[in-house]
């Protein structure tokens, strides 16, 4: 009986492949819209909201993250 129960897991891995494919826009940490950023390595992508960085590869881009507290 493995119907039913939805481990939270797979539902945030299911949410991260969604952002890396650019189905969502959402992060899942916050739910505000994330930035798609070329890395050095591929394909980055960063919340200005709350920072989180998702990332390919082993290694976390340096990335400048624009600040909504400076903005507004
Ligand atoms: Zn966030």
Request: proline letters at 7%.
């Amino acid at each position: 009986m493995t119907q039913g129960v939805t481990p939270l897991a797979r539902t945030l891995d299911q949410e991260l492949i969604a952002l890396v494919r650019g189905v969502s826009l959402a992060c899942p940490v916050c739910s505000e819209f994330v930035l798609h950023v070329r890395g050095a390595h591929g394909l980055a992508i960063a919340c200005p909201e709350c920072r989180s960085i998702l990332a390919e590869g082993h290694e976390v881009p340096e990335i400048a993250l624009p600040s909504i507290a400076d903005t507004g």
